[in-house]
Every structure is written in structure tokens, then in C-alpha cells.
């Protein structure tokens, strides 16, 4: 005698500000690692799960995509205008997920950015859909109107997980609000899978640098924004300089490879240092963050200002030094125990070569301990699926009790 097979209850889960496309791979890695956790945790629940995802499209072909995949592109018009589709596409989900980009939800790239992360949270809300942060860096914010507004925010929230220990204690002390709800956990993007290259038998140890277009250029008001104490440029020449005199093989490697945004875009930078030194290997412009994410893997040692990327060496055990622009880098490594980060506003040019060469000449040192720090990882990213999970029991228990 047969049994028919019984079909999973299915959960419609919104991620909002994720992408399918994105130039920046750091978002991208946000993307695809949130997925893989997110029908984890449907597993753990036993349920099927489809998603919605809310973002901003960019030109180069999707990287992610499926049968039970929904992309909802993002404008200023479509987020702003109330009597827009974009209601109905929310109110659709059974919960919504929203990651801001992984740090966009703050004051540091500007009011025009943050008010669209506003209004998101605020939609989500209205429309009576149990809206959760996924982990991101929280804050800080400018003015009394932008704290006001991104507190009361997230006390209509049902769950906000954050990186790092220093957004949860802004929003525990600086925001003013008891959120019992919050629930310390780590980047959703030390989850991304990667292919594990073959082992550097080639005796020149391969050093990989990030140089950040982002960084190059000032900020996106070109007017050092970020309040670097180093000239960024500088310390890039001279790094690839340094190792190429050792005989390492300098790998040149962008992350967030732009076609419509010259400002942010490594890729260009890239180019022009290996024009002016030769000998350097340009990585590809990466199709995917997995992709650049194997690539990485196969170095002996990174540096760079793309935090994702950092990630991404850290998660597959390279030693690496985090060049901060911002505090989500102390936040993220710090709350895992990785202190290796330097950061470019408070360190002088030869401050920050001289601990990068000996970081590197430390770097069995620093490959056990990102060894150490992945391991971390994984359990706090544990938080996070148990979490869902919980959730989607709640919500499901709430549709049959309706």
C-alpha cells in the first residue's frame, strides 16, 4: 500500500533590500547566503518557502534566480508613492526580511539612502507583515529626526538581529529603546559557498589587494567622506610595491565592479594599477560572489576596504587584514575575536604599511585565527536560522488560527 505525499505548507518570504544582480558582490553575498539560510531554517520548520525579493537592478546578468524566486525592482517612485504596486507586493509575504544592504540602514551614505530605508520598514509595517532585520550593522545615525524615526522603527519589528556587539549596544543605550527583541548573531555572508582551490605550489606566495574605488575616489562626494587619516591611493602603490619586491605575486582584485557607478567602482582602479605595473595578475571581473569568493580562497594573504571580501577570506581560512573606513569592520571582526583590523581614520600611511608587512610576515599566525573565526561563525549564524524558524512557526500557527 502506497501513502500519497502529503505537500509542505509554503511561506512567501520578503527580502527586502537584496539584489539578484548586483555589481556591489558584497550585497550580492548577502543575497545568496540569506537564501541558503533562510530555506534552512524552513527545513528545520518543516516548510517549503518561495521568495520575494525587493532590490535595485543592475545591468550584469542575475546571479541569482529559480523557479520560486520573485525579483520586485526597486525606484524612487516605486518605494515613495503610497498608491503604487508596491503595497500589494508586500503584503503579499507571510514575513519580510530586511537586510538594508548590510549597513545602509544608518546616516553614513546619506539622507536621501536613509529615508528610503525608512519608508521600506515603514510600508512593511502598515501593511501588517511581520517585518525582522536580518543581521546588519544598525545605525549610527545623525540628528534627532533620524533617531527618532529609526527607533520607533524598529521597536514596530518583530525581531531585529544584528553583526556585531556595537550596534547592539547603540540601539541598547544611544537609541534609548529596551529591545529585548534584539539578538546578536554575525554576517549572513560567512554562510556564502565557495569552490576550495588547489593548494599555491609555486613557491611565491600569492597576496591579494583590494583596491577600493570607493576609497580611491573620496567617497561618493569625492571629498574624503569617510575622514581617512591615509591617503588610501598611497598606501595601495606602496603595498604593491613592498610585496612585488619580496617576489610575491600581487593578485589586484575589485568587488564591487560598477557599470553604472564609477565613483564605487574597483574594477577601473584595478585596470589602471595594472598598467602601471605589469607583472601584478588582474583578477576577473567576477560574474558572481561565489566566484570571486573561490578566487580569494586561493591566496596566501588579502587586504582590502571591501568588508565582503575580507569576509569571504576570512570564512575560507586566509589570512587577511580589514582596512575599516567605518565601524561595521571593528563591529563584525571584534565580535567574532578577529583584531586584526586597521583602521584607515585614526592610522597614519606608515603605520598602516608597517603592520600590513607584518601581518603578512605573521601569516600562519593570522590564517589560524581566521581559522578560529569562521568556526565562530557558524554558531552565531545558528541564532539566526533557530530564530527563523521560530518565526515561521508563529506565523503559520497565526494563518490556521485565522
Known amino acids: 500500500m502506497t501513502t500519497a505525499a502529503v505537500s509542505q505548507p509554503c511561506l512567501n518570504v520578503g527580502l527586502f533590500w537584496h539584489s539578484i544582480n548586483s555589481d556591489n558582490l558584497g550585497i550580492g553575498a548577502l543575497t545568496v547566503s540569506n537564501i541558503a539560510l533562510v530555506r534552512e531554517a524552513a527545513r528545520q520548520a518543516g516548510y517549503a518557502v518561495r521568495f520575494t525579493i525587493f532590490g535595485y537592478l543592475d545591468k550584469r546578468t542575475p546571479y541569482v534566480g529559480g523557479d520560486d524566486i520573485e525579483f520586485v525592482a526597486l525606484n524612487g517612485k516605486r518605494i515613495a508613492l503610497p498608491w503604487s504596486d508596491l503595497q500589494g507586493k508586500i503584503a503579499a509575504c507571510d514575513l519580510m526580511l530586511d537586510i538594508g544592504g548590510g549597513d545602509s540602514f544608518a546616516s553614513i551614505y546619506g539622507g536621501k539612502r536613509l529615508t528610503f530605508l525608512l519608508l521600506s520598514k515603514i510600508r512593511t509595517l502598515l501593511a501588517g507583515v511581520p517585518l525582522i532585520m536580518s543581521p546588519q550593522t544598525l545605525g549610527p545615525f545623525d ?122 567602482d574597483d574594477y577601473h582602479v584595478c585596470e589602471q594599477l595594472k598598467a602601471e605595473y605589469p607583472d601584478c595578475v588582474l583578477a576577473p571581473n567576477f560574474a558572481s560572489p561565489s566566484e570571486a569568493k573561490s578566487y580569494i580562497a586561493g591566496l596566501d594573504f588579502f587586504t582590502g576596504a571591501r568588508m565582503h571580501a575580507c569576509i569571504a577570506a576570512a570564512s575560507a581560512g586566509i589570512a587577511v587584514v580589514p582596512l575599516a573606513y567605518s565601524r561595521k569592520f571593528e563591529g563584525l571582526f571584534g565580535t567574532l575575536g578577529y583584531t586584526r583590523t586597521l583602521d584607515c581614520r585614526t592610522s597614519t600611511l606608515d603605520d598602516a604599511f ?31 536560522t533557530d530564530g527563523i524558524a521560530d518565526t515561521m512557526r508563529q506565523v503559520m500557527a497565526t494563518r490556521k488560527a485565522g
Not at 178 to 193: C, M, Y
Request: proline fraction near 4%; hydrophobic fraction near 40%.
Open 143 to 264: 540628528g534627532w529626526l533620524g533617531r527618532t524615526a529609526a527607533s520607533l522603527v524598529l521597536k514596530g519589528c518583530h525581531t531585529v538581529y544584528t553583526r556585531d556587539a556595537l550596534s547592539e549596544a547603540y540601539f541598547r543605550e544611544a537609541m534609548g529603546g529596551k529591545l529585548g527583541k534584539i539578538r546578536l548573531t554575525t554576517d549572513v555572508a560567512f554562510a556564502l559557498p565557495f569552490d576550495v582551490p588547489k593548494a599555491n605550489t609555486s613557491g611565491k606566495p600569492k597576496v591579494g589587494l583590494n583596491p577600493s574605488g570607493l576609497m580611491f575616489s573620496g567617497g561618493y562626494g569625492k571629498k574624503n567622506d569617510y575622514k581617512l587619516t591615509l591617503p588610501f591611493d598611497q598606501l595601495m602603490h606602496r603595498l604593491i610595491g613592498h610585496f612585488r619586491d619580496k617576489g610575491c605575486e600581487v593578485h589586484l582584485i575589485g568587488h564591487v565592479n560598477s557599470l553604472t557607478l564609477p565613483v564605487d
Open 354 to 384: 608597517d603592520r600590513i608587512v607584518k601581518a603578512f610576515e605573521d601569516r600562519d599566525t593570522l590564517k589560524a585565527e581566521a581559522g578560529q573565526l569562521a568556526a565562530v561563525s557558524r554558531e552565531r549564524l545558528k541564532v539566526y
